[in-house]
């Protein structure tokens, strides 16, 4: 077919190639092969690409849709590389060792799991993201936990499903408020709505942690926590002026300024940190940017300390530029829109209209490889299906998030999962089965949408006006 400026709709059966050649690829090679899902993602790019080709499309739009897709992603990029530097420079200036000393000595492994969850909820509440959590209070916790023996994807699943309780409910966040602004519906709105689904995930969740943390024990010897705790005392010093930069990050977060603003600042308050307290100046270059290498004496405490650095978030960078490569094509060409759309002809009732808008957000996440357009293509869809039915728009803005923001760092290529696994040290996979509120969360919503609770209609002609608009 030749192409052309407006070419017609991508049939479904075609659509679904992409889709097939994607899911068998990344089988093949992360399942049999143990390899990483980058060439996979390239190569369902390149099927991507082809099938819109035949279907009347020009490079220039295939183009187009790459670089818009990898645009919408540049700003993850930027503070997963500052992630990887402030890990450098906090870890260098002694802030990540002391912070994990202290923990050591104030949590006991019993109440690790729903703690770390629960301190996890606060920060990320009221910072609005739940990178900086996991980048910072969860970094910490990590620790924490591996010192005291405890499974690290059990630490890594209770830190993301902490962190993105708070990214799910806080008015900072970019999805809580991208949401509403899809579905037609107002913020505050949104997230009372949202009470019904995530508050009841959130509180089995923390049962969950409890109940397994119950029975834990420290798998370290009696005394090498303690011996460790000595290490990084002797070290590090842990004191106050360890707390001024964290204390300076949480001040701008609850001035509600920006995240990469703050993150940038606690990086570089952390390197000046360092240089204070006597580190040369090339190695806190270095820490900031291939990692910190701690020589303690110690190589439990060593290999415990020895992360961060901006080339260790290379390989992650690399995977969401593959990833979205492949999501903006399928976007561009409206192959994505087709595959959702037949969701339509079997959701016939309230519920199963919620599904449809619950699996196709998570469907989006798995394909495009991003939550903000696990958000933006569903609700762009469905948004005058719920019109239409007569339900409130913040029926679809609470199942967007249900769907699109909850389970994004669940999968391995998505921008989320790869951050989250990159950042805390644990496959996605591994963490997965742990991330009691990410699991829960969607569920709750399909349930509730099958019973009917919370299901609110339409009252006045004004909300339809403003769902059929809006903008």
């Known amino acids: 077919m030749a192409p052309h400026d407006d070419p017609p709709a991508i049939p479904f059966v075609w659509a679904l190639v992409p889709v097939v050649a994607l899911i068998s690829l990344l089988a093949g090679t992360i399942i049999v092969l143990e390899g990483s899902g980058h060439i996979p993602l390239m190569l369902g790019a390149c099927v991507a690409g082809l099938v819109a080709w035949a279907h009347g499309y020009r490079w220039e739009q295939i183009q187009a849709g790459i670089l818009s897709a990898i645009g919408l992603a540049m700003g993850a990029v930027l503070i997963l590389l500052t992630i990887?530097?402030?890990?450098?420079?906090w870890l260098a200036a002694g802030i990540v060792p002391a912070l994990i000393a202290w923990g050591l000595e104030l949590m006991s492994p019993?109440?690790?799991?729903?703690?770390?969850?629960?301190?996890?909820?606060?920060?990320?509440l009221v910072?609005?993201?739940?990178?900086?959590?996991?980048?910072?209070?969860?970094?910490?916790?990590?620790?924490?936990?591996n010192a005291m023996g405890i499974n690290p994807a059990m630490s890594a699943g209770a830190v993301i499903s902490g962190a993105y309780f708070g990214d799910k409910l806080s008015?900072?966040?970019?999805?809580?408020?991208?949401?509403?602004?899809?579905?037609?519906?107002?913020?505050?709105?949104?997230?009372?709505?949202?009470?019904?689904?995530t508050g009841p995930a959130w509180t089995l969740a923390?049962?969950?942690?409890?109940?397994?943390?119950a029975g834990l024990k420290s798998t370290a010897e009696p005394g090498s926590i303690e011996a460790i705790t000595d290490v990084i005392r002797t070290n590090f010093h842990p004191g106050l002026i360890h707390l001024v930069v964290p204390g300076i990050v949480a001040i701008m977060v609850g001035f509600r300024l920006p995240a990469l603003p703050t993150l940038v600042t606690g990086a570089l308050l952390g390197g000046v940190l360092a240089g204070v307290q006597g580190a040369?100046?090339?190695?806190?270059?270095?820490?900031?940017?291939?990692?910190?290498?701690?020589?303690?004496?110690?190589a439990q405490v060593d290999e415990l300390l020895a992360r961060g650095g901006m080339t260790s978030m290379a390989s992650t960078v690399l995977l969401i530029l593959c990833a979205m490569s492949f999501g903006g094509i399928m976007?561009?060409?409206?192959?994505?829109e087709t595959l959702a759309s037949k969701t339509l002809a079997v959701a016939n009732s309230t519920g199963s209209l919620i599904a449809a808008t619950v699996l196709t957000s998570i469907g989006v996440n798995?394909?495009?490889?991003?939550?903000?357009?696990?958000?933006?293509?569903?609700?762009?869809?469905?948004?005058?299906?719920y019109a239409a039915r007569g339900l409130h728009p913040k029926n679809l803005s609470r199942a967007l998030e249900d769907g699109g923001t909850i389970t994004s760092p669940l999968i391995p290529w998505n921008t989320c999962g790869a951050f989250m696994s990159s950042t805390l040290g644990v496959a996605t996979l591994a963490y997965l089965p742990w991330c009691f509120l990410n699991l829960l969360n969607p569920l709750i919503g399909i349930l509730l949408g099958f019973t009917g609770w919370s299901i609110a209609k339409l009252d006045a002609p004004e909300d339809l006006a403003k769902v059929q608009d809006p903008a």
Do not use: K
């Open 110 to 124: 019993s109440w690790f799991l729903p703690a770390t969850c629960a301190v996890c909820s606060v920060v990320s």
């Open 366 to 385: 798995v394909l495009a490889a991003d939550q903000y357009l696990a958000v933006v293509v569903p609700g762009r869809m469905y948004a005058s299906e």
């Open 331 to 336: 976007e561009r060409s409206g192959q994505l």
């Open 280 to 298: 040369p100046i090339q190695d806190v270059l270095t820490a900031a940017m291939t990692g910190f290498a701690p020589a303690t004496g110690s």
């Open 171 to 197: 008015p900072m966040s970019d999805t809580t408020n991208l949401a509403p602004a899809m579905a037609g519906t107002d913020l505050f709105t949104h997230i009372r709505h949202m009470l019904w689904t």
């Open 206 to 213: 923390m049962i969950a942690y409890a109940v397994i943390g």
């Open 84 to 89: 990887g530097v402030l890990m450098g420079t």
């Open 127 to 145: 910072s609005g993201s739940s990178w900086s959590t996991a980048g910072t209070v969860g970094l910490a916790l990590i620790g924490v936990g």
